[in-house]
């Protein structure tokens, strides 16, 4: 079993930056492949990205590609999402989600383990 915590949202005006992070439980964390979702009103989930569980291999939604990076410590059982250069389509729900084999997938659906979400507001 794994919980998942997430930290950092807020409010930030466009054009800033901003890190979220994901703190999880359990002695596993290392094993899992990490991915981050978001959900903006209206909307449906959507994938952001995601990383192996060596962090050796990465992925991003074409809509955040070279603005986000995904990136984790599994010493400090911990992944983190730096998104730069936000706009106020980023507003959303950003939640975190661990996948119980190694090798991400981009579909919420396959995703074992989610956590709660954090609130991501960008003002234009």
């Given at each position: 079993?794994?919980?998942l915590v997430e930290s950092g949202g807020g409010l930030v005006q466009?054009?800033?930056?901003?890190?979220?992070?994901?703190?999880?439980?359990?002695?596993?964390?290392g094993a899992y492949a990490m991915g981050w979702f978001r959900q903006?009103?209206?909307?449906?989930?959507?994938?952001?990205?995601?990383?192996?569980?060596?962090?050796?291999?990465?992925?991003?939604?074409?809509?955040?590609?070279?603005?986000?990076?995904?990136?984790?410590?599994?010493?400090?059982?911990?992944?983190?999402?730096?998104?730069?250069?936000?706009?106020?389509?980023?507003?959303?729900?950003?939640?975190?989600?661990?996948?119980?084999?190694?090798?991400?997938?981009?579909?919420?659906?396959?995703?074992?383990?989610?956590g709660q979400g954090t609130q991501v507001t960008v003002s234009s």
């Amino acid at each position: 079993q794994v919980q998942l915590v997430e930290s950092g949202g807020g409010l930030v005006q466009a054009g800033g930056s901003l890190r979220i992070s994901c703190a999880a439980s359990g002695r596993t964390f290392g094993a899992y492949a990490m991915g981050w979702f978001r959900q903006a009103p209206g909307k449906e989930r959507e994938f952001v990205a995601a990383i192996t569980w060596s962090g050796g291999y990465t992925a991003y939604a074409d809509s955040v590609k070279g603005r986000f990076t995904i990136s984790r410590d599994n010493a400090k059982n911990t992944m983190y999402l730096q998104m730069n250069t936000l706009n106020a389509e980023d507003t959303a729900v950003y939640y975190c989600a661990a996948d119980r084999r190694p090798i991400y997938s981009f579909k919420a659906s396959e995703y074992d383990y989610w956590g709660q979400g954090t609130q991501v507001t960008v003002s234009s």
